[in-house]
């Protein structure tokens, strides 16, 4: 008995003694769920809402680019999506894509390609089966849209230019972004899906400007990364509207009168140094590079010996030729060496040392005045006055009058072109400057290099009077008037004049270009640029005819003008590359653009 | 109670029913309750597919206690060793069915019913070595000898469930017949003995763990070693808890369960998902009754007749063996063990388990219910 009564001491001794053991383990849970729950709450308060809440980026509609008046050059416009939802389907899903492949002309590797994307995808996920619905596509989805639960259409913005290749060049384009784009910014945006970043032009230059700001949606997923709700939308600000000085009708007509020639053309407000319109030709279609340009179509345009891709206006190098005489004219007058009465007689050639010069004309102008010599652009004039005057003259008088620089415009790839004298050569040639090279230059031959935004920039500083305009792309608000260059008026007038006799004056090299508008006069300079030099040996056979050259080998055609003479306005210049003749095909064209300004009356 | 004078007279249908306690079965309920609110918030708001099921079955389990609170405690003393060898039968039937080709399979389907045998194998073994030492006096416990038989009655079955593999029960198993085996006053240093046997066994032991069982414990050591695969439920739970605070997310409200976060939130990790809704606060209240449950069975081993040493330990028994349960559930839902695949019997969604802690409730109350007359065996 005693016996058993030490079998139920020990038994019961021990069951209290493993009673408190559970009791002790209960409080280390209760003090492990301390140390979770109270003592980590934040951290893992932060974890589960890690977990919970997704946000997306919202992308902004981005601004538009319009023209003076207010017309959209660049735009927004919806694009339909077909997408499928694989969980909403009700049925086969083959089934489904058999009976929409022929509304939407699905190919084979279309339908594989679907297939794949939605083997891929979680079932909730939306699958891209066609993007840029036509309207018929949409609509005829729409109106089966009960037949097919799970195929939805989805709209979202997708960059348009309107005018095409009218405004392919000042207004760029935009495409997907980059690797180098990712490294240059860490703009949350550029990480959206999907999103399109200006690439070249204004797009580019005003890029962050016309992006806006993005909005954002924060929703609840679970944890297979559906959305449950959504928990907070904040919408993004549309880009800033970015309103350009352009005319879009000139813009259209400049780029017309080219036909199929390649050049530019650049027209400004003399007064204000507002662009009107600024064409390169031939040019591109910018709607093909939004959604990525095809091999092809790139190659087309990179190989185009017409050069299509580039902006000729502000890229485009040329000597200026003859139209340089208006640069030098006014340099001899400022600096005493010619007055209206200097008189220098034109034989067809003159000899400085034991090189000889020769007029374009082979028989000679005879005696030349200034109004006269530019007029018939004869050459012998301007060798006899650019010697005189030197070439630090000349270049001193090119720059105030805006050559050799480069301007505001916000674009990219703008060239300065090349005013030279003595310091530039021995910088770049390491040689003295030579006589002969200012003869030369004194009909914009040799280095002299221009582009045609910065002619037409030196032609409205000379007939606005002598005032300092720069060219722009942007209207400026508060318009300074722009300071005076101190030129004698006198000097002015009498330039002018000789322009005016280019296409009034009877024998005037460019009287065909006269406008067709009644009581409005315009005045100009032509001018032609040899592209190879014509060697001694081919002047001793004749001279062959620019047109049995081939066409790379053609002289450039400029023609610079404004109109009207008496109140000048507008300012043109032309180039049209290989073009033979400035009289011929620039002056025409000119004319052609300036005869729609004033009709237009742009203000 | 003054109705028992006759230490031998047997109680009527009727007197053993008003000596349950009723008290102890009020909270079964109540922890019943709380586990099928958890059910229907897990479902997102609904009592289908878990709260309404969940409900039945705990009425059916209260059945079964109760009838087997109203079976005299003789008829346990004499089952115990036929119930005992037909339960290891069954266990040499899964295992054997599992091993040619019919799949791993831990039950046998009765159609109704998934019959767990590992389940029924938790009571088997209580009643079986209870009835072996109550039958033994102290000194042959005491000896080498004394020891052999238990340790073979522990052996054969657990090794029978570890082979399912069902790693987390065997180690129930064995961890039960561990207090019994102290309870019945094996001396302390053979416990060391044993112990430092285990200890030095362990790699050799590791060598046969399957692979998954050794990367849930390589997981538990260290959570983040692969975040997204074995380590996830374990991060998520404590990421569910933590975030619950003192006072929790409220009901129907838990982010980590509703966005399905939380991994296995209506089963093994319903303790989690109770505590992100209810906070500290909700996580202590479990605790708290199932702690007056079990001392309520300690208080029944206590309070039943001193000569009946049978009945103290078969209450002891079940009762650490639910203790089990409820501990090895929590600590590893909370990161304190590795995760074994033990739910929260009462409140996790599942059948059996609730079937078998109810019948082993209604044994502990058949022996309270008859607790001031001796054992007739």
Same mark, same amino acid.
């Given at each position: 008995?005693?016996?058993?009564n030490?079998?139920?001491?020990?038994?019961?001794?021990?069951?209290?003694?493993?009673?408190?053991?559970?009791?002790?383990?209960?409080?280390?849970?209760?003090?492990?769920?301390?140390?979770?729950?109270?003592?980590?709450?934040?951290?893992?308060?932060?974890?589960a809402?890690?977990?919970?809440?997704?946000?997306?980026?919202?992308?902004?509609?981005?601004?538009?680019?319009?023209?003076r008046?207010?017309?959209?050059?660049?735009? &927004?416009?919806?694009?339909?999506?077909?997408?499928?939802?694989?969980?909403?389907?009700?049925?086969?899903?083959?089934?489904?894509?058999?009976?929409?492949?022929?509304?939407?002309?699905l190919?084979?590797?279309?339908?594989?390609?679907? %297939?794949?994307?939605?083997?891929r995808?979680?079932?909730?996920?939306?699958?891209?089966?066609?993007? &840029?619905?036509?309207?018929?596509?949409?609509?005829?989805?729409?109106?089966?849209?009960?037949?097919?639960p799970?195929?939805?259409?989805?709209?979202?913005?997708i960059?348009?230019?309107?005018?095409?290749?009218?405004?392919?060049?000042?207004?760029?384009?935009v495409?997907?972004?980059?690797?180098?784009d990712?490294?240059?910014?860490?703009?949350?945006?550029?990480?959206?899906?999907?999103?399109?970043?200006?690439?070249?032009?204004?797009?580019?230059?005003?890029?962050?400007?016309?992006?806006?700001?993005?909005?954002s949606?924060?929703?609840?997923?679970?944890?297979?990364?559906?959305?449950?709700?959504?928990?907070?939308?904040?919408?993004?600000?549309?880009?800033?509207?970015?309103?350009?000085?352009?005319?879009?009708?000139?813009?259209?007509?400049?780029?017309?009168?080219?036909?199929d020639?390649?050049?530019?053309?650049?027209?400004?407000?003399?007064?204000?140094?507002?662009i009107?319109?600024?064409?390169?030709?031939?040019?591109?279609?910018?709607?093909?590079?939004?959604?990525?340009?095809?091999?092809?179509?790139?190659?087309?345009?990179?190989?185009?010996?017409?050069?299509?891709?580039?902006n000729?206006?502000?890229?485009?190098q040329?000597?200026?030729?003859?139209?340089?005489?208006?640069?030098?004219?006014l340099?001899?007058?400022?600096a005493?060496?010619?007055?209206?009465?200097?008189?220098?007689?034109?034989?067809?050639?003159m000899?400085?040392?034991?090189h000889?010069?020769?007029?374009?004309?082979?028989?000679?102008?005879?005696?030349?005045?200034?109004?006269?010599?530019?007029?018939?652009?004869?050459d012998?004039?301007?060798?006899?006055?650019?010697?005189?005057l030197?070439?630090?003259?000349?270049?001193?008088?090119?720059?105030?009058?805006g050559?050799?620089?480069?301007?505001?415009?916000?674009?990219?790839?703008?060239?300065?072109?090349?005013?030279?004298? %003595?310091?530039?050569?021995?910088?770049?040639?390491?040689?003295?400057?030579?006589?002969?090279?200012?003869?030369?230059?004194?009909?914009g031959?040799?280095?002299?290099?221009?582009?045609?935004?910065?002619?037409?920039?030196?032609?409205?500083?000379?007939?606005?009077?002598?005032?300092?305009?720069?060219?722009?792309?942007?209207?400026?608000?508060?318009n300074?008037a722009?300071?005076?260059?101190?030129?004698?008026?006198h000097?002015?007038?009498?330039?002018?004049?000789?322009?005016?006799?280019?296409?009034?004056?009877?024998?005037?090299?460019?009287?065909?270009?006269?406008?067709?508008?009644?009581?409005?006069?315009?005045?100009?300079?032509?001018?032609?640029?040899?592209?190879?030099r014509?060697?001694?040996?081919?002047?001793?056979?004749?001279?062959?005819k620019?047109e049995?050259?081939?066409?790379?080998?053609?002289?450039?055609?400029?023609f610079?003008?404004?109109?009207?003479?008496?109140?000048?306005?507008?300012?043109?210049?032309?180039?049209?590359?290989?073009g033979?003749?400035?009289?011929?095909?620039?002056?025409?064209?000119?004319? %052609?653009?300036?005869?729609?300004?004033?009709?237009?009356?742009?203000? | 109670?003054?109705?028992?004078?006759?230490?031998?007279?047997?109680?009527?249908l009727?007197?053993?029913?008003?000596?349950?306690?009723?008290?102890?079965?009020?909270?079964?309920?109540?922890?019943?309750?709380?586990?099928?609110?958890?059910l229907?918030?897990?479902?997102?708001?609904?009592?289908?597919?878990?709260?309404?099921?969940?409900?039945?079955?705990?009425?059916?389990?209260?059945?079964?206690?109760?009838? @087997?609170?109203?079976?005299?405690?003789?008829?346990?003393?004499?089952?115990?060793?036929?119930?005992?060898?037909?339960?290891?039968?069954?266990?040499?039937?899964?295992?054997v069915?599992?091993?040619?080709?019919?799949?791993?399979?831990?039950?046998?389907?009765?159609?109704?019913?998934?019959?767990?045998?590992?389940?029924?194998?938790?009571?088997?073994?209580?009643?079986?070595?209870?009835r072996?030492?109550?039958?033994t006096p102290?000194?042959?416990?005491?000896?080498?000898?004394?020891?052999?038989v238990?340790?073979?009655?522990?052996?054969?079955?657990?090794?029978?469930i570890?082979?399912?593999?069902?790693?987390?029960?065997?180690?129930?198993?064995?961890?039960?017949?561990?207090?019994?085996?102290?309870? @019945?006053?094996?001396?302390?240093?053979?416990?060391?003995?044993?112990?430092?046997?285990? @200890?030095?066994?362990?790699?050799?032991?590791w060598?046969?763990?399957?692979?998954?069982?050794?990367?849930?414990?390589?997981?538990?050591?260290?959570?983040?070693?692969?975040?997204?695969?074995?380590?996830?439920?374990?991060?998520?739970?404590?990421?569910?808890?933590?975030?619950?605070?003192?006072?929790?997310?409220?009901?129907?409200?838990?982010?980590?369960s509703?966005?399905?976060?939380?991994?296995?939130?209506?089963?093994?990790?319903i303790?989690?998902?109770?505590?992100?809704?209810?906070?500290?606060?909700?996580?202590?209240?479990?605790?708290?009754?199932?702690?007056?449950?079990?001392?309520?069975?300690?208080?029944?081993?206590?309070?039943?007749?001193p000569?009946?040493?049978?009945?103290?330990?078969?209450?002891?028994?079940?009762?650490?063996?639910?203790?089990?349960y409820?501990?090895?559930?929590?600590?590893?839902?909370i990161?304190?063990?590795p995760?074994?695949?033990i739910?929260?019997?009462?409140?996790?969604?599942?059948?059996?388990?609730?079937?078998?802690v109810?019948?082993?409730?209604?044994?502990?109350?058949?022996?309270?219910?008859?607790?001031?007359?001796e054992?007739?065996?």
């Open positions: 008995m005693k016996k058993s030490d079998k139920l001491r020990i038994l019961l001794k021990r069951s209290l003694i493993i009673f408190s053991a559970n009791i002790f383990l209960f409080f280390v849970l209760v003090g492990r769920l301390y140390y979770l729950q109270i003592y980590q709450k934040e951290k893992y308060a932060l974890l809402d890690s977990n919970r809440f997704s946000t997306r980026l919202l992308v902004p509609p981005r601004g538009s680019i319009n023209d008046n207010g017309v959209e050059l660049a735009t &927004n416009i919806q694009n339909f999506q077909a997408l499928l939802i694989a969980e909403q389907v009700r049925g086969d899903i083959n089934k489904l894509l058999e009976e929409i492949t022929p509304i939407l002309k190919t084979p590797e279309d339908i594989e390609q679907i %297939k794949k994307d939605i083997k995808h979680r079932r909730f996920v939306p699958v891209k089966i066609k993007d &840029n619905l036509s309207w018929d596509e949409v609509s005829t989805l729409m109106l089966n849209n009960h037949r097919w799970g195929l939805v259409i989805d709209q979202g913005l960059r348009y230019y309107p005018f095409k290749q009218y405004t392919a060049h000042p207004l760029g384009y495409g997907s972004v980059s690797e180098k990712l490294q240059q910014s860490d703009a949350p945006l550029l990480q959206v899906p999907g999103f399109k970043i200006g690439k070249s032009g204004f797009e580019k230059t005003y890029d962050e400007s016309l992006r806006g700001k993005e909005g949606l924060k929703y609840e997923v679970n944890a297979y990364g559906r959305i449950m709700r959504e928990i907070e939308k904040i919408e993004g600000t549309k880009g800033e509207d970015l309103n350009l000085t352009i005319d879009i009708r000139l813009q259209k007509a400049a780029f017309d009168a080219f036909g020639e390649a050049g530019a053309a650049v027209v400004l407000d003399v007064h204000t140094g507002e009107l319109a600024s064409v390169s030709t031939p040019s591109f279609d910018p709607n093909l590079f939004v959604d990525g340009i095809s091999q092809k179509n790139w190659d087309a345009l990179l190989y185009d010996e017409k050069t299509p891709l580039t000729k206006a502000i890229s485009g040329y000597s200026p030729g003859s139209t340089f005489k208006v640069v030098v004219a340099a001899a007058l400022e005493g060496v010619i007055d209206e009465k200097t008189d220098y007689f034109c034989s067809g050639k000899k400085l040392g034991n000889l010069f020769h007029c374009w004309k082979h028989y000679g102008h005879g005696h030349q005045t200034l109004v006269n010599a530019l007029k018939n652009s004869c012998i004039y301007f060798y006899e006055t650019a010697l005189e030197g070439i630090e003259k000349i270049a001193a008088m090119s720059r105030k009058l050559l050799g620089t480069t301007y505001d415009l916000g674009l990219e790839n703008q060239k300065k072109g090349v005013i030279p004298d %003595k310091a530039w050569k021995r910088q770049q040639f390491k040689t003295g400057w030579q006589k002969g090279e200012t003869v030369i230059a004194g009909i031959q040799g280095y002299v290099l221009v582009t045609p935004t910065q002619l037409v920039t030196m032609l409205a500083r000379v007939v606005n009077g002598g005032y300092e305009i720069t060219p722009t792309f942007i209207k400026r608000p508060n300074e722009p300071k005076s260059l101190h030129l004698n008026p000097d002015i007038s009498l330039v002018k004049q000789g322009m005016y006799e280019v296409v009034n004056g009877k024998g005037g090299t460019a009287t065909r270009a006269k406008l067709k508008i009644k009581g409005i006069e315009m005045g100009g300079k032509t001018g032609t640029t040899q592209v190879r014509i060697s001694l040996k081919e002047r001793a056979e004749g001279i062959k620019d049995d050259l081939p066409w790379k080998y053609r002289n450039h055609a400029w610079m003008a404004y109109a009207p003479h008496d109140n000048p306005k507008y300012a043109v210049a032309v180039i049209v590359e290989h033979r003749s400035g009289a011929g095909v620039a002056a025409p064209i000119a004319s %052609k653009i300036l005869e729609e300004a004033i009709k237009l009356d742009i203000r | 109670m003054a109705i028992i004078l006759n230490q031998n007279q047997e109680l009527s009727k007197e053993r029913f008003f000596n349950l306690n009723f008290v102890y079965i009020l909270i079964l309920c109540l922890l019943a309750m709380i586990g099928c609110l958890t229907y918030s897990a479902a997102g708001g609904k009592i289908t597919p878990w709260a309404l099921n969940q409900g039945i079955r705990f009425g059916m389990g209260l059945c079964v206690m109760i009838t @087997a609170a109203m079976i005299k405690p003789e008829f346990y003393y004499k089952i115990a060793t036929p119930f005992y060898l037909f339960t290891l039968f069954l266990l040499l039937v899964v295992d069915a599992g091993h040619t080709g019919m799949g791993a399979q831990r039950w046998i389907n009765l159609g109704f019913f998934k019959l767990q045998p590992s389940e029924l194998m938790k009571l088997a073994i209580v009643l079986q070595l209870a072996y030492f109550s039958n102290l000194e042959e416990i005491r000896t080498i000898r004394g020891i052999i238990p340790i073979i009655i522990v052996a054969v079955p657990v090794a029978f570890m082979i399912q593999p069902d790693l987390g029960t065997s180690l129930m198993v064995l961890f039960c017949a561990t207090a019994l085996f102290y309870l @019945a006053g094996i001396q302390w240093w053979k416990f060391g003995l044993a112990l430092g046997g285990v @200890a030095a066994a362990a790699p050799i032991l060598h046969f763990l399957h692979d998954y069982q050794k990367n849930r414990i390589l997981t538990f050591l260290d959570p983040e070693r692969d975040p997204q695969g074995a380590g996830y439920h374990i991060i998520q739970a404590k990421i569910a808890l933590g975030s619950g605070g003192a006072w929790g997310k409220g009901f129907l409200s838990g982010t980590q509703h966005l399905n976060f939380l991994p296995e939130k209506h089963t093994d990790f303790f989690t998902m109770f505590s992100e809704e209810f906070g500290m606060i909700g996580g202590i209240v479990i605790l708290f009754l199932n702690l007056i449950l079990i001392s309520y069975g300690y208080w029944f081993a206590f309070r039943i007749h000569s009946n040493y049978f009945g103290k330990m078969v209450i002891l028994g079940l009762n650490t063996n639910y203790f089990l409820v501990f090895i559930n929590v600590a590893m839902v990161g304190l063990l995760v074994v695949g739910p929260l019997p009462l409140i996790s969604y599942g059948g059996t388990v609730i079937i078998s109810m019948a082993s409730f209604g044994i502990m109350q058949s022996f309270y219910v008859n607790r001031d007359r054992l007739k065996k």
